[in-house]
């Protein structure tokens, strides 16, 4: 997408700084902008988006507000290195989309398992499974400078298997697993939903992270949808206390 491309509705009811900061905030949250890189200043930020100075001032600051980016005086605007900033589903199909690649270069995402199972009750839920019916499941640590960040488990229905098979081996599907399912199945997403909570961590993710229990980890589920309403996809990924960020942008008036 352009600097001044087709936004989703509700991002474009917004004011047009905060469209621009969304702007530029995914961009730091898919990993194009990494710290200490130099986001654009307020003149390229006017041109590009066809607004005032003003305008680009306030959409610098407000990504300052959110604890984003630095101002260096007589330098510019920079990423600030903050560690506790974890990419959402959101930011991941744009970055797979933009690049082919679904991680930063100071990511990497290690599978631990990739097999067929029962699915859970919430699995079965989620996916619109018949009672006892098995589904493919993929679980993961991300890390984030060799420090754990996320575990997340993503959940297909089981009969996906038979034409992506590369969902029941242990590798890194470097574009994406919804990206490769698409590709393999002809199955097109069309949209997705996040719910979050917080819980208490389990055991495995206390050791994961490094936890001393008892503590909170916040918990998003996500589901996607395919052209037909069919779900296509469910992921439940969690995250350890003060190492995530899950923020949206919304008028009041």
Do not use: C
């Amino acid at each position: 997408m352009s600097e001044a491309g087709t936004m989703p509705e509700l991002e474009q009811s917004l004011p047009k700084y905060l469209q621009i900061a969304g702007h530029i905030r995914d961009r730091i949250l898919r990993g194009d902008l990494q710290p200490g890189d130099e986001v654009p200043s307020e003149r390229q930020i006017a041109s590009e988006w066809n607004v005032s100075r003003p305008t680009a001032t306030k959409a610098l600051e407000a990504l300052r507000v959110q604890g984003l980016v630095e101002s260096r005086r007589g330098s510019g605007t920079y990423v600030l290195n903050r560690y506790d900033l974890n990419r959402r589903a959101r930011e991941r199909y744009q970055k797979a989309d933009q690049t082919g690649r679904i991680y930063p270069p100071n990511e990497r995402a290690e599978i631990v398992a990739a097999e067929i199972v029962e699915a859970p009750a919430h699995v079965v839920e989620a996916l619109a499974l018949g009672s006892g019916q098995r589904a493919v499941r993929r679980h993961r640590i991300t890390y984030r400078d060799d420090q754990p960040v996320e575990t997340s488990t993503s959940w297909y229905p089981a009969d996906i298997a038979d034409r992506a098979p590369r969902l029941v081996e242990r590798g890194r599907i470097r574009e994406g697993t919804l990206a490769y399912v698409e590709s393999t199945t002809g199955r097109r997403a069309r949209h997705a939903y996040d719910r979050v909570a917080a819980r208490l961590a389990g055991e495995e993710e206390l050791a994961v992270f490094g936890l001393t229990g008892p503590a909170a980890v916040l918990v998003v589920r996500h589901v996607v949808f395919d052209l037909d309403e069919r779900p296509l996809e469910f992921a439940e990924a969690v995250y350890p206390p003060d190492a995530w960020t899950y923020e949206q942008q919304y008028t009041i008036h």
